[in-house]
């Protein structure tokens, strides 16, 4: 089969024919339709996370079951699926022991056994949804990390009927939270500091748009706060002043990674206004199937921009020089 493989940190990822993977108990094969491409991809290319190599990335799949490893009893070939990061845990520790095996520091992932950019991709059984009908693999890709963090930032964040949400950070995570949010009723402004964006996010369903600096809490406090803030941004100046612009009781869920450096907050900012800040990422698989149900549904639609998987490389070097507006999905033929 062809796969994107890296072969060396900080170069091209080589397009090459590699030997098509076996299944083994456990694992499904998956003909891959669609892969997006997310910014930890980035941090992957150079390094970041020290994977030996060759590796195969790509944690956003899309495609079709082809083959069964023994004992697969819960799929079919021909089935439509996605996987996220965390396929399967260890079933031994504490955390894998309370039924929550994504979240087991043992977890396997793309990084043991390959990811989606490739022909053919192996996975756990365990770690593979469902499609919903009619719902197409090149919408549904960024679902499996993207949409399924953002997803589950909501959810964490226990939005009550008439709270009112901010998303701060409007790209590949962004625009879908801001679409979920109003997707289930909630009031949601877009923090951004794209002013060019500002149509595009009022098409996908934003209350209001407030284009603001490195320093929005401010402006955010001026527009009269916030109950919850869904913060994509890698900016940690942005994330530490939005904290600011939290209302009483407010929730601000961190889902960006900030490389500029960690959040300086005030405690006062934190404890006369009773605010909280919290880490969320994938967490609830329920997440992910609302999520995509939501997408099936066209009530939600992520804005894409699609490649043939010759131009890896190419869309990687897009999504790091900032070109890539919301998320980048490599189709393969
Ligand atoms: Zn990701
Ligand atoms: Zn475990």
Not at 167 to 179: I, K, N, S, T
Not at 232 to 259: D, I
Request: proline content about 5%.
């Amino acid at each position: 089969m062809r796969a994107a493989v890296i072969t060396k940190y900080n170069s091209d990822w080589e397009l090459k024919t590699v030997p098509d993977p076996r299944p083994s108990a456990g694992q499904v094969v998956i003909k891959i339709h669609a892969s997006g491409m997310c910014g930890t991809d980035l941090h992957v290319h150079h390094g970041a996370f020290g994977l030996p190599l060759p590796i195969v990335a790509g944690h956003e799949p899309a495609g079709e079951i082809v083959e069964l490893g023994p004992g697969v009893v819960d799929f079919k070939v021909g089935d439509r699926v996605g996987v996220h990061w965390n396929q399967k845990g260890c079933g031994r520790c504490r955390v894998c022991q309370t039924g929550d095996q994504a979240h087991c520091a043992q977890a396997q992932s793309w990084m043991h056994i390959g990811g989606g950019n490739s022909e053919l991709m192996l996975a756990w059984a365990s770690g593979c949804t469902l499609l919903p009908e009619g719902l197409d693999y090149a919408a549904a890709a960024p679902i499996f990390c993207a949409g399924y963090t953002v997803m589950s930032g909501l959810r964490n964040a226990d939005p009550k009927p008439g709270e009112r949400v901010a998303v701060l950070g409007l790209g590949g995570l962004g625009h879908l939270a801001l679409q979920f949010s109003r997707a289930v009723g909630l009031e949601t402004w877009a923090i951004t500091g794209q002013a060019d964006k500002v149509p595009e996010l009022k098409a996908m369903g934003a209350s209001e748009v407030l284009v603001t600096g490195a320093e929005p809490g401010k402006a955010m406090t001026d527009a009269g706060g916030f109950d919850i803030v869904l913060s994509t941004t890698n900016s940690s100046k942005q994330v530490s002043s939005a904290v600011g612009g939290l209302r009483l009781n407010g929730r601000l869920m961190s889902m960006g990674v900030t490389p500029d450096g960690p959040l300086t907050i005030d405690t006062m900012t934190l404890l006369l206004g009773q605010r909280q800040i919290r880490g969320s990422s994938q967490d609830e698989r329920s997440d992910l199937v609302e999520a995509l149900a939501l997408v099936a549904a066209g009530k939600v639609k992520p804005r894409l921009e699609t490649y043939p998987i010759t131009k890896v490389n190419e869309v990687r070097e897009r999504l790091a020089s900032g070109k890539v507006r919301y998320r980048a999905v490599l189709l393969h033929a």
